[in-house]
């Protein structure tokens, strides 16, 4: 092309040239000014310190290699490790000791290899650059004259797009075979049952004991103090063969009982409480999570899922957060033998909005 | 025998390399992709790494993943635990969670394995966005590159759900919250909520066949979609060729760079390596999601500030700034507007991001192909645009975290939330004027610096008793570097072929005029000449 000592000049003059013709295309509201300037081509070439000083070209190759060995040196320390460490039944802390010194002799097997090869490319391999020539994506004319070629050509053979009552047919069966795999995905879920009935009533009855959760001990009205505040699960709960967790989704409770003082009872509701115990679903009633924060003195129930807080002295409004309705509360009563129980279930679904909710 | 080639001629000593790399050759005709291949340039920078860093994790990934599935059991059969743990001993729990524990406990190495996958699997997703961000922010998206953009874009959220339907296997406390949220995210969607919600989870919530579903995802469906994908877009870089920045003899018609063999193999060979044992170490030393501490699902318990690995958090933060009372009951339907906006927020937030290329190129109308690399400062309005969408992400994201905030700089919940809100609502018009004018003003000083060359440190003392600092100019390499971009001014509208101006022109136009209307063209040849003569 030209002399070497302007090389790079020569490549690079050469190859606007090539801008203009290869990848012409419309420009669109881009500014092309007339006097730009040139690029000035390749800079000169920069030795490396080891493609000058043989010393260090030495010390790089054994940087390199050292690095290589450490790396086999971390892979034996690690199968070594495997053994060395054994996970001694019911001890947490050889778990801990197995999992660092294994992993320890991986990570030196895996930078040994890392950092030697970097190295090695960085230091010792010849530094220069490829260039390569770009060429339009999209081929050239007649390649693009090629493919429509082939195209028309099939349209042609096949009458594609002649025969019409063929191609539109065939679309129709095309749009209609996929339908049946569709319908398949009903056996998702059982066949017998409707969510909206389902999300609508839960394992709460009319005298239905509320029950301790985990522990499934029944409650007495005596035994909630002033302040305090229970877990609640319908007793039986932990008897069920099927569908525990399912049960326990809908049903939890939280119990608590303040100063009947403080307790701002809608007329409608005054007898669902029982001397100050009221009784609300644990299910956030913005995506469901369990709101299991009670804060004593203001009477406020956390979500720690999306911070919804409700106000227990008020029907458990929403006094902040996303969720929008109150938790439902549950009508309670004691029996005979003072343990508190359901006077029904819930009047309404607990948990998330659904649509078919009203 | 007539016939006999130089090949049967030859001395019958021949290295092993020589006579194996014949064998496979002449059954494959692989030479062909090694002499068009190996010596291809590949352009060099530390950013151009940020994609290698998604890809190396993902192989960490894939292999700790086929590793753990000869151990876990994706079955929420309930038995009671009896493994080397003892706080949980005799609990009963899921034998999904169960082998989780087996994994961390009794298997050698296991836990180490499981710390990896899980490592590896965050470092993924992060790998994914930051390589976004820098795609975004150089405008390496611009054509030929916009499928390759949604290619990308597609391969973000199938992480993002390989990572969720992971996260949600152990069917430890934590996870079931999580699905617990997801499930009362779906009953909250007009119309197919409830019913998908049913579906999905095979009856009621938690249901016992949702860990096996999220497993059959997990390592068949998302794993072969993510491969395939992975393929098609490492497949169009070599295509494309990758992009590089402007500088001293490169082109648009060229690509510069070490040569994928040997220097490109060692340094990106060796970077996998190193990103494999950065991982290893992070597995080795610090522990994630310890699911013996959260114990198994239940529904009622839950501990406070609890948290979804870390790119699902703006989904989540987008929940908890929905103000109270979004929800109402029309037509005798539930509207849940509290989960119906964050969703549709998010979608167009994602939805914008998968289109800008495209929205980009319809205001510009430039159909040329785009292989340099812009600076973001020399592309103001994209740039400005990119800070905003970081601003709005960052923002939502925070507000995961809202409770930890509010406890940790004793700031009240309410406070938070409000700052939050006001921070993915004004934030990003903040961020994107500031960022605007710190564009603007680092071309200017370009201009500057390249009109008068720069501060050079050395004080003249005139002979009329002026001091000045000398200004050293640029060498013509440096200065390529500074105006080597091309600036676009706002559309003209002008008649169409039947003298109509169409509303699309007018859309397109005001487009236009807001992202080039304060341009800073760079520096030409005849202005750094008048430069020189005249003022200063």
Known sequence: MAQDDHSGTELAAADSSHAVQEFAGSTGTAVIPHDAFENPGFEPHRPRVTDEDPRREKRAQRTVYTLFYLSILGSVWAIAAYMLFPIESNDVGAVRLNNMFIGLGATLALLGIGFGAVHWGKTLMTSAESIDIRHPISGSEATQQGAVEVFRQADEESGFSRRTVIRNSLIGALLAFPLPAVVLFRGFAPQDQIPVELLSHTMWAKGTRLALDPSGVPIRAADVTIGSAFHVIPEGLIDLEHGKLEEKAKAAVLLMRLDPSELNETPDRASWSYDGIVAYSKICTHVGCPVALYEQHTHHLLCPCHQSQFDVANHCEVIFGPAKRPLPQLPIAVDDEGYLIAQSDFTEPVGPSFWERH | MSTATTRSTTPAKRSFTAGASEYINDRTGIAVAIKGLGRKAFPDHWSFLLGEVALFSFIVVLISGTFLTFFFQASMAEVHYDGSYV?????????????????????????????????????????????????????????????????????????????????????????????????????????????????????????????????????????????????????????????????????????????????????????????????????????????????????????????????????????????????????????????????????????????????????????????????????????????AGVTFYAGLWAAAASDLLATHFSLTMEGVIHALQATVIVGPFIAYFITKRVCLALQKKDREIVLHGYESGRIVKLPGGEFIEVHQPLDEYERWRLVSYESYQPLMIRPNARGKITLGQRVRASFSRWFFEDRIAPVSKGELESGHDGHH
């Open chain 2, 87 to 387: 706080p949980l001993k005799g609990v009963e729990m899921s034998v999904a969670m169960a082998s989780t524990l087996d994994i961390s406990f009794d298997i050698r190495g296991g836990l180490f394995v499981r710390q990896m996958h899980h490592w590896a699997a965050l470092l993924f997703v992060a790998a994914i966005g930051l390589h976004m961000l820098r795609v975004f922010f150089t405008g390496a998206f611009r054509k030929p590159r916009e499928i390759n953009w949604v290619f990308g874009f597609i391969l973000f959220i199938l992480a993002m759900a390989e990572g969720f339907t992971g996260y949600s296997l152990p069917d430890d406390l934590l996870s079931g919250n999580g699905l617990r949220i997801i499930d009362g995210m779906i009953k909250g969607i007009p119309l197919i909520g409830t019913w998908t919600s049913f579906l999905l989870f095979g009856g009621e919530f938690p249901g016992t066949a949702i860990v096996g579903r999220l497993y059959t995802l997990h390592i068949l469906l998302l794993p072969a979609l993510v491969v395939a994908l992975i393929a098609v877009h490492v497949g169009y870089v070599f295509i494309h060729k990758h992009t590089q920045f402007a500088g001293p003899g490169r082109e648009p018609t060229n690509s510069v760079g070490p040569p994928i063999l040997p220097i490109y193999a060692a340094k990106a060979g060796g970077f996998m390596f190193l990103i494999w044992g950065v991982i290893s170490l992070i597995a080795a030393l610090f522990t994630i999601n310890p699911i013996w501490n959260y114990g198994p699902y239940d529904p009622s318990p839950v501990s406070a500030g609890t948290q979804p690995d870390w790119y699902i958090g703006f989904a989540d933060g987008a929940l908890r700034l929905i103000p109270p009372g979004w929800e109402f009951v029309w037509l005798d339907r539930t509207w849940s507007f509290n989960i119906l906006v964050p969703l549709v927020a998010i979608g167009i937030f994602i939805g914008l991001v998968v289109a800008y290329p495209f929205i980009e190129a319809w205001i510009k109308g430039d159909k040329r192909e785009h292989h340099i690399a812009d600076r973001p400062r020399n592309a103001p309005t994209r740039t400005a645009i990119g800070a």
